[in-house]
């Protein structure tokens, strides 16, 4: 994408206020977490919240569970938003709910999760059952997970949307599966968010997807920032570049999250970490300026030349 068009997705996504201006008015670290608009309904959400695949499916360990319990901990403190969860995460959806009782109410609190079953009963059923497990009655979004029965589920969420049970609806992919069907919906139906891979080694949605949902209006949320924790481990022990303070980065995990979420047309990206350190050095990737195009591009070839 040139600078123009970036730029141009910047205006049109609320996103030229991270592009720098930040920096400009000499705000350090430990400021609130930059929010992006969601554009179908004008409402506002952390640029950074949380996945829940694996590191939520704990089960019945207490141990485990209390250690989860300070990771939504250090996420709500570091002015995190969205939590992701679906039914096929095992335990997750539970230990989410049974973390969410234990905290008092979350102002900034986004909850979003997925219907991944096909029928409408079933899918009906499956729904109500994450509201028991989140203890939650309304969810701020639901979206149907990598496409399952997507006609069967639309037609209810939206019927679910208009009740006012869910706030906004969305449809998911990851690891650039299917995207070519993936546009194909989003183009000819109303989503209000998109969900997909994107990292500094997945590129592929910069070609299609994420300028699309720029141009109609969709909410997107960035999973696997880290490639499942695969990009960490191949970054870690090689140098950060010399310049890496000049956006703010003092490690790979930061670095890899300042790309994702300097594309203007991601809402919010969703890395998952079952460790609370993790979770503080995550959120600081969402607080000052983020990079422009010139240095985005910098970054991907520093990554490259590794
Ligand atoms: N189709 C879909 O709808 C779909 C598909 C895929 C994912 N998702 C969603 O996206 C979320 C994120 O994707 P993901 O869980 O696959 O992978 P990810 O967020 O790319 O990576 C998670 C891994 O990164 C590690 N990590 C996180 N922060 C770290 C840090 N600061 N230092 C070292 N390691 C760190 C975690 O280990 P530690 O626990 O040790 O921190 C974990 O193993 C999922 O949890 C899920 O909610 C949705």
Not at 19 to 44: V, W, Y
Not at 101 to 113: D, G, I, N, S, V
Not at 222 to 233: D, H, M, V
Not at 267 to 293: K, Q
Request: proline share 6%; with cysteine.
């Amino acid at each position: 994408m040139d600078r123009r068009r970036f730029l141009n997705l910047a205006a049109a996504t609320g996103a030229t206020t991270a592009l720098g201006t930040l920096a400009a008015a000499g705000l350090a670290a430990n400021t609130a977490l930059i929010a992006r608009t969601i554009p179908s309904s004008g409402k506002s959400v952390p640029i950074l919240g949380m996945g829940t695949w694996i590191t939520f499916n704990v089960g019945k360990s207490k141990s485990l569970r209390t250690k989860r319990l300070e990771v939504l901990k250090a996420f709500f403190e570091g002015g995190g938003g969205m939590i992701d969860s679906s039914p096929m995460y095992g335990t997750s959806e539970e230990v989410v709910g049974y973390c969410l009782e234990r905290l008092p109410p979350q102002e900034k609190l986004f909850t979003a999760t997925k219907v991944w079953t096909v029928s409408k009963q079933m899918g009906i059923r499956q729904m109500e059952t994450s509201q028991s497990l989140w203890g939650h009655k309304t969810f701020d979004l639901m979206q149907i997970h990598n496409l399952v029965d997507w006609e069967v589920h639309m037609e209810t969420l939206n019927t679910w949307k208009s009740d006012g049970r869910i706030k906004h609806t969305g449809i998911t992919t990851s690891h650039g599966r299917r995207h070519d069907e993936f546009e194909k919906i989003a183009r000819n139906n109303t989503f209000d968010f998109a969900q997909f891979t994107y990292n500094v080694e997945d590129r592929e949605a910069e070609n299609r997807l994420l300028p699309m949902a720029a141009d109609l209006g969709i909410g997107v949320i960035i999973n696997r920032p880290f490639q499942r924790g695969a990009l960490i481990k191949k970054l870690q022990g090689k140098p950060l570049p010399p310049w890496a303070p000049e956006i703010g980065v003092r490690s790979w995990p930061q670095f890899l999250l300042k790309f994702v979420i300097s594309h203007p047309a991601v809402t919010c990206a969703i890395p998952a970490t079952s460790n609370p350190e993790h979770m503080v050095e995550n959120l600081e990737a969402g607080r000052d300026a983020l990079p422009d195009p010139q240095m985005r591009s910098r970054m991907a070839a520093y990554v490259q030349s590794l």
